[in-house]
């Protein structure tokens, strides 16, 4: 039977996405940092230009509790959302008809659909989670099932003015 965990592989079972590996730079930065791999599969698909903005202005991050994080966040910051979406598409490994409803979607409900995270964990069907994050965007939800914060927060305030 085919190994369907979605959690973190062994250093040298690294999962392809595509047919280029993780460049050497890139594969130290993540060991350096102790990042989760898939960070450096997010990584060697930004430009050269954006990798190095990320890498450069993160050059010391011992001691911080979640770099994985911290690298998204930056990430999130140098990458429109069709790179990152064509990133969370290739490092998933979505089929055809759930990246055309990707992006079929509005840039907002593209975002909305990325926010839980890029790459998606402990699910067997990495394509089946994404299609339920689709769904739960399109029923006016948050990606996960939640309602949307300015949703939440106009409730919060009817609730207040009654």
């Not at 029923?139 to 949703?151: F, H, I, K, L, P």
Request: hydrophobic residues 40%; aromatic residues 4%; glycine residues 4%.
């Amino acid at each position: 039977a085919a190994d369907r965990s979605r959690s973190r592989p062994p250093v040298a079972a690294a999962p392809v996405a595509s047919s280029s590996s993780v460049p050497q730079d890139i594969q130290a930065f993540v060991e350096q940092y102790r990042l989760d791999w898939w960070v450096g599969e997010v990584l060697s698909r930004l430009s050269l230009y954006q990798r190095q903005n990320v890498m450069t202005e993160l050059g010391n991050m011992h001691g911080v509790r979640n770099p994985s994080g911290v690298v998204m966040t930056r990430v999130k910051q140098v990458a429109n959302t069709q790179e990152l979406l064509t990133i969370f598409i290739d490092i998933n490994q979505l089929d055809q008809h759930v990246a055309q409803e990707l992006w079929d979607l509005t840039e907002e409900q593209q975002q909305a659909v990325i926010a839980p995270g890029i790459y998606i964990q402990n699910a067997r069907s990495a394509s089946t989670a994404a299609r339920s994050r689709i769904r739960q965007v399109l029923a006016g939800n948050d990606a996960m099932g939640g309602a949307r914060r300015e949703q939440h927060h106009r409730l919060s305030e009817n609730l207040s003015a009654t």
